[in-house]
């Protein structure tokens, strides 16, 4: 006679229900809380087209999206990178406009007269490019090294900076924006359409693929990491610390500086007083992407999905005639969300342990 095996079985117990209640609601809260942010994406370009129809669901537009979103998705990467890392830098948008203007006045002195066509147009806006680039690396130079130096929170040497590189900005330009650029700036670089998108979004979006990469398949990824979630354990496991924040905030000058020449090259001309909320914007988008303030979390794409809500949320309130103001309210609500949710996922971990 063959044995009921069933009889043999415990009774499940109060108990164990409520464990199996607990790891089902663990899992949901997990699922949500890794993917709210791609979601709120979706739920955002869905509203807009429901409300704003063809205006805000036409190739066009979303070409705009893009373009607005470039510049910021350059300093996001940098940012990413930082926040990963552990550090913070609030100097961008001074750095951006400080190299920008240095990139802008060496385009001017060398792209020839404007009564003759601008005949060097090419090589100055080249050397222009460059020069903005390695100067806001300089700028990053100048972060890192008083960071791991006089061992300094970051965002206290980034907020001096800060006023230190918009002040020499402001010195340099007497107040005033830098004009008088070639419009080989717009046509060959700023509104260049390749494949139907403008060329900044390209460079942003190819720059942000390679780091994405670095990130997650190379050995200085992983240091980034290992630095961000325990600098103490990462120093004794041979990694050179110092050496390695440094890169970062010189990376992050760098792209600081690449986002204010592409900036210069849209519009013609320097913008001494308009990129004094971009730290914020930047740090808000790596934030709402997933990426924790406390280091050693995060990804280039949750960075990137984080960058296009706001591009979308102000592209669409523009459209249904919303005061865009109103961008500003929405985005601080949202950074608080994420945080929360940040301190969820911090919570869960600590209490699995």
Do not use: C
């Amino acid at each position: 006679m063959t044995p009921d095996l069933t009889t043999d079985r415990p009774a499940a117990t109060p108990r164990d229900a409520g464990a199996n209640r607990s790891e089902q609601a663990r899992r949901v809260s997990t699922v949500l809380t890794g993917n709210w942010v791609f979601l709120a994406l979706v739920f955002l370009m869905a509203f807009f087209a429901i409300k704003a129809g063809s205006p805000f669901l036409n190739t066009d537009n979303f070409r705009n999206i893009l373009f607005n979103a470039s510049g910021t998705m350059l300093l996001a990467v940098g940012t990413a990178y930082l926040i990963i890392g552990g550090q913070l830098d609030l100097s961008i948008g001074s750095v951006l406009v400080f190299s920008q203007v240095i990139g802008a006045k060496t385009i001017v002195a060398l792209g020839g007269p404007a009564a003759s066509g601008y005949p060097h147009a090419t090589i100055a806006i080249i050397v222009g490019m460059a020069a903005s680039i390695v100067v806001g690396a300089a700028w990053g130079l100048l972060n890192g090294v008083l960071v791991t130096r006089l061992k300094i929170p970051s965002f206290i040497i980034t907020l001096g900076t800060l006023g230190m590189a918009l002040g020499l900005a402001q010195v340099i330009t007497k107040g005033t924006d830098v004009t008088g650029l070639p419009p080989q700036m717009v046509t060959g670089l700023g509104m260049r359409q390749v494949f139907g998108l403008p060329l900044p979004a390209w460079i942003a979006a190819a720059v942000a693929l390679v780091a994405g990469l670095v990130l997650a398949k190379t050995g200085f990824g992983r240091h980034t990491y290992a630095i961000g979630s325990n600098t103490e354990a990462a120093r004794r496991s041979g990694i050179k610390v110092a050496r390695h924040q440094i890169t970062l905030f010189m990376m992050m000058g760098a792209l600081a500086g690449l986002a204010g020449v592409l900036d210069v090259a849209r519009y013609t001309t320097t913008q001494v007083s308009g990129h004094g909320s971009d730290n914020l914007v930047a740090i808000a988008a790596v934030v709402i992407g997933g990426a924790s303030l406390f280091g050693g979390r995060g990804t280039m794409f949750g960075a990137a999905v984080g960058v296009m809500i706001p591009a979308v949320l102000n592209n669409g309130l523009v459209i249904i005639n919303v005061q865009p103001f109103w961008q500003t309210v929405a985005i601080g609500a949202i950074l608080i969300v994420a945080v929360a949710i940040d301190d969820i996922k911090r919570r869960q971990r600590l209490h699995t342990r």
